[in-house]
């Protein structure tokens, strides 16, 4: 089992900026790629990002893509995203997905096993 615990979200103004934090636990980190996802009432989880076990490649959401950045800490079992130029439209609860052991990032909830109980991201003035 990992187990996924986010931190980070809050209330931001249009144009501002965000870091979430997901730390894993449980396993070895590095065997794990990494997904961030956000899903608001009434809608699929969507897909906003990934990244590989090594950290060397990052694939984001067409709607997040120059705005947002993935990355992973492994000495400290940390995944960020580093969210700018928020907009009201990313209002969301994100989630922290851990993908299957070895694998690549996927970008369907379907291929992450493990989930985070999510963090609120408000983006209003």
């Known amino acids: 089992q990992v187990q996924l615990v986010e931190s980070g979200g809050g209330l931001v103004q249009p144009g501002g900026s965000l870091r979430l934090s997901c730390l894993a636990s449980g396993r070895t980190f590095t065997d794990y790629p990494m997904g961030w996802f956000r899903q608001t009432p009434g809608k699929e989880r969507e897909f906003v990002s990934g990244i590989t076990r090594t950290g060397a490649s990052t694939y984001y959401g067409d709607s997040v893509k120059g705005r947002f950045t993935i990355s992973r800490d492994n000495a400290k079992n940390t995944v960020y995203l580093q969210m700018s130029s928020l907009k009201p439209e990313d209002t969301a609860i994100y989630y922290c997905?851990?993908?299957?052991?070895?694998?690549?990032?996927?970008?369907?909830?379907?291929?992450?096993?493990?989930w985070g109980q999510g963090t609120q991201v408000t983006v209003s003035s």
């Open positions: 997905g851990a993908g299957s052991q070895y694998a690549v990032p996927g970008r369907t909830q379907g291929q992450y096993p493990y």
